[in-house]
């Protein structure tokens, strides 16, 4: 290998011959892009249909630790960027990455992030085709830093966007809730936390194209990231100008980050998530859609959690186990910081 440094050096990113090493050797010998121009060249038979609309997307990872139980960087990188895409009814294609690295990060660590988006690039069946590399001084970051853009193509006739919300349409989630934020609390061992949580990172690309077949008339989803289900279920109400209800024996929490947030005085409902997400269709598709979803890997463990209503609009209240309801709010802050 070219490469012979353990660690990332100030020389990496000077644009010399150390820095030639470190792209060729690390990155693009595993993201093997086409050709090493400054630009990436985009085709795909998807664009020349008629009707057919590119969607974009960018996001920052910032998250501490950068390698957690069910992840890293790296997967939560792609998998951030995939869903960005999926939820908005696109077939995810191209990704960027870009990468500010910190002085003294171990090449070894390197590798095993660019491994990860491979691998995660290749199940989601994007390529990453462009990217870029910086590297500061030993403060000037923490650790590694990744930015990812991602472009992909939404078929004619799709309309997935929140305001198409009615009265009446049943809200699904894919999976358990709040596993993500709950995994790097733990792994973070500032609560000397004993819980053996792994992140739901996944990518839902997949998910979504199998749902969109089965119940065509879905209205709308989004993955529900900072700020959890609570987040985007008042972001959804508000745009669409509908109340939302969900019942809170229908909600998905493992019994490990339930009781984690017993103890922490958290809510899982606002913890993030990294894999799941929350999607809108009609009564009648309801059950179409819930068994294309548990076809699939990343939604076996489907259910509906409640409907859109008429009434307040932008309201989301949560109806308890004995009868009883209250405002599920949007969080003015965040839980936990650098959950992604």
Not at 208 to 232: N, S
Request: with cysteine.
């Amino acid at each position: 290998m070219a490469l012979k440094d353990e660690r990332v050096t100030l020389a990496h990113g000077g644009g010399g011959r150390a820095m030639r090493d470190l792209i060729e050797d690390v990155f693009t010998s595993v993201f093997r892009p086409d050709g090493m121009e400054d630009q990436a060249r985009l085709q795909a038979a998807a664009l020349a249909e008629p009707g057919a609309r590119l969607a974009f997307t960018t996001d920052s990872f910032v998250v501490d630790p950068v390698e957690f139980p069910g992840g890293d960087i790296g997967t939560l990188a792609v998998c951030g960027t995939v869903n960005d895409l999926a939820v908005g009814g696109a077939k995810p294609l191209w990704i960027s990455a870009a990468f500010i690295i910190e002085e003294g990060v171990e090449v070894a660590l390197l590798r095993r992030i660019v491994a990860s988006m491979a691998a995660e690039a290749d199940k989601a069946g994007v390529k990453i085709v462009t990217g870029d590399t910086k590297v500061v001084e030993r403060g000037g970051a923490d650790g590694v830093f990744v930015t990812t853009s991602g472009v992909g193509v939404i078929p004619p006739g799709r309309d997935l966007r929140a305001m198409n919300i009615r009265p009446g349409d049943v809200a699904i989630v894919n999976g358990v809730l709040g596993d993500h934020g709950a995994a790097i609390l733990a792994a973070r061992g500032e609560m000397a936390l004993s819980a053996e949580i792994a992140s739901d990172c996944q990518g839902l690309g997949h998910l979504m194209e199998a749902v969109l077949v089965t119940a065509p008339g879905a209205r709308a989803a989004r993955d529900a990231t900072r700020g959890g289900v609570a987040a985007v279920l008042n972001e959804m109400a508000e745009a669409a100008g509908v109340a939302i209800e969900i019942e809170e024996d229908a909600l998905p929490i493992r019994a490990e980050v339930r009781g984690m947030c017993e103890i922490l005085g958290l809510d899982p409902l606002y913890l993030a998530n990294e894999g799941t997400l929350v999607l809108f269709v009609p009564e009648a598709q309801a059950e179409a859609a819930l068994q294309a979803m548990r076809g699939t890997e990343a939604g076996r463990g489907a259910v509906a959690i409640g409907r859109a209503v008429a009434g307040a609009p932008g309201r989301v209240s949560l109806r308890s186990a004995f009868g009883g309801s209250r405002i599920v709010d949007m969080l003015v802050g965040e839980q936990l910081p650098r959950i992604c």
